[in-house]
């Protein structure tokens, strides 16, 4: 089964700590993305990477850090800078970021896996 | 102004009904724009795309653009309880040379059984 697994499902942080989110995909996609979506709001672009050993920050990169290692992984650290990480966590993929061949279009899909759910202790 | 603008809802309809979303959105140059589904608790998920200006079906959804008036829509027609979820407007538009999917805060729907 093809997919975006991400783990854990519910993460607590103590105060002064860095956790580490888990984003593994197997559909052979080169972008991948962490978003951060708050109650009643929307998606927050964090980080997005286009390429293995590449990435980019996002709109509200920081107090977080990524690594991408291997295309199949994109884990995401939030660091005990983030004064407020209490939020849902949202990593997802897709075949390429931005390029719009007439025909790639479907291209930047994006395809979500289930989510983190982060709270303080 | 905000790059893609949804009234947040709730929009109530009764079940059988048409549901209609609304969204617009700053840059004039996307070209793609995608329909996301996002239940209570859950992550999104794509129920339709659409790339050119007019109206593109699929079953009870129907997407429809105007890039002239920078203006995207999705009916859901014959509305089920099911269809409650927050809906979230997606175009692929310019931010400083490259191109990213930028999403709305969405529009909750409630289908009245």
């Known amino acids: 089964d093809g997919g975006i697994t991400q783990s854990p499902k519910y993460l607590f942080r103590k105060e002064g700590q860095n956790v580490t989110l888990s984003c593994e995909q197997n559909?052979?996609?080169?972008?991948m993305y962490w978003y951060r979506q708050d109650p009643g709001q929307g998606l927050r672009l964090i980080y997005y990477?286009?390429?293995?050993?590449?990435?980019q920050k996002g709109d509200i990169a920081e107090g977080y850090s990524v690594s991408r290692e291997k295309k199949e992984s994109f884990p995401l650290t939030v660091t005990s800078a983030q004064k407020n990480p209490t939020a849902f966590y949202l990593c997802?993929?897709?075949?390429?970021?931005?390029?719009?061949?007439?025909?790639?279009?479907?291209?930047?899909?994006?395809?979500f896996g289930a989510g983190t759910r982060l709270s303080v202790l | 102004q905000k790059e893609v603008e949804q009234n947040s809802g709730p929009l109530s309809v009764p079940e059988g009904a048409i549901a209609s979303l609304n969204c617009t959105y700053s840059?004039?140059?996307?070209?793609?724009f995608f329909w996301y589904r996002q239940y209570s608790g859950k992550s999104p998920e794509l129920i339709m795309s659409?790339?050119?200006?007019g109206d593109k079906e699929d079953g009870r959804f129907t997407a429809q653009l105007n890039k002239a008036s920078q203006y995207v829509s999705l009916l859901i027609r014959d509305s089920q309880p099911s269809d409650s979820a927050t809906y979230l407007c997606?175009?692929?538009?310019?931010?400083?040379?490259?191109?990213?999917?930028?999403f709305g805060t969405g529009t909750k729907l409630q289908v009245i059984p």
């Open positions: 997802a993929s897709s075949i390429v970021v931005g390029g719009l061949a007439r025909a790639g279009r479907a291209k930047n899909i994006q395809y």
């Open positions: 559909l052979n996609h080169d972008a």
């Open positions: 990477s286009q390429i293995v050993n590449d990435f």
């Open positions: 840059d004039r140059g996307s070209q793609s």
């Open positions: 659409i790339y050119s200006n």
């Open positions: 997606a175009p692929l538009m310019s931010a400083g040379g490259y191109q990213k999917v930028t």
